[in-house]
T-cell receptor, first 115, second 111 residues
C-alpha cells in the first residue's frame, strides 16, 4: 500500500490564483480530512468527509472547497489564493469501523506559499 | 472533546526513557487518549491510544491514571530519531474522526 499520497509537495501561487491540492489513499478508508499547519502551531481541521458524496466543514473552512466523488480521492480547492493561506497542508484518512481505534494516517504534506 | 495540557518542551538523554505527561482533567467516560508525534516537516504519526488500561506497543507505553485525568507516554529507550513534537489528544469514541491538535510537547533527545 502507498498509504496517503499528496501532490504537489511544493507550490507557489500568486494572490488570486486557484489550484487544487490532490490527496489519495489506497486503504479503502471511509474518512478523509484536510488540515493546515502554520509555523510553530498545531494542525487545524479545514474540511472532512465520512464517505463518498459527503463532506463537512472543520475549524477553518473559509477559502477552501472540497468534494468526494470516490472513496480514494479527496481534493482540496483554493478558489482565489490569499497570502493568509500560506501554510503546510496535510491530508489524512482512517476507517470508520468500530470504536476507539481508528488511527489516522497522514500524507507527507503540501507546502504552499502565496505571494 | 476534552482539552489537554502538555509541557511546551522537554529534553531527554539518548538511551534513557522519555516520559511525556499530559493532563486531561475534563475527560469523560467514553473519551480515549491518543498520542501522535510529528517529526520535523513530516505528517503526524500515530503512536498509541488507550481508554482506561495501560497500553504498550512496539513504539511506546501509555500509562493512564486511575481517575483518567492524566496520562504519560513513555518511550523506553529514546533515540535521536525520536526528537519530535508529541501531541496528546482526547477524543470521543464513535464520533467523526477528526483530531483536535494542541501545541504539543517538543521532545529533544540529546546525544
Amino acid at each position: 500500500n502507498a498509504g496517503v499520497t499528496q501532490t504537489p509537495k511544493f507550490q507557489v501561487l500568486k494572490t488570486g490564483q486557484s489550484m487544487t491540492l490532490q490527496c489519495a489513499q489506497d486503504m479503502n478508508h471511509e474518512y478523509m480530512s484536510w488540515y493546515r499547519q502554520d509555523p510553530g502551531m498545531g494542525l487545524r481541521l479545514i474540511h472532512y468527509s465520512v464517505g463518498a458524496g459527503i463532506t463537512d466543514q472543520g475549524e477553518v473552512p473559509n477559502g477552501y472547497n472540497v468534494s468526494r466523488s470516490t472513496t480514494e480521492d479527496f481534493p482540496l480547492r483554493l478558489l482565489s489564493a490569499a497570502p493568509s493561506q500560506t501554510s503546510v497542508y496535510f491530508c489524512a484518512s482512517t476507517n470508520l469501523l468500530g470504536q476507539g481505534s481508528n488511527e489516522q494516517y497522514f500524507g507527507p504534506g503540501t507546502r504552499l506559499t502565496v505571494t | 472533546d476534552a482539552k489537554t495540557t502538555q509541557p511546551t518542551s522537554m529534553d531527554c538523554a539518548e538511551g534513557r526513557a522519555a516520559n511525556l505527561p499530559c493532563n486531561h482533567s475534563t475527560i469523560s467516560g467514553n473519551e480515549y487518549v491518543y498520542w501522535y508525534r510529528q517529526i520535523h516537516s513530516q505528517g503526524p504519526q500515530y503512536i498509541i491510544h488507550g481508554l482506561k488500561n495501560n497500553e504498550t506497543n512496539e513504539m511506546a507505553s501509555l500509562i493512564i491514571t486511575e481517575d483518567r485525568k492524566s496520562s504519560t507516554l513513555i518511550l523506553p529507550h529514546a533515540t535521536l530519531r525520536d526528537t519530535a513534537v508529541y501531541y496528546c489528544i482526547v477524543r470521543l469514541s464513535g464520533s467523526a474522526r477528526q483530531l483536535t491538535f494542541g501545541s504539543g510537547t517538543q521532545l529533544t533527545v540529546l546525544p
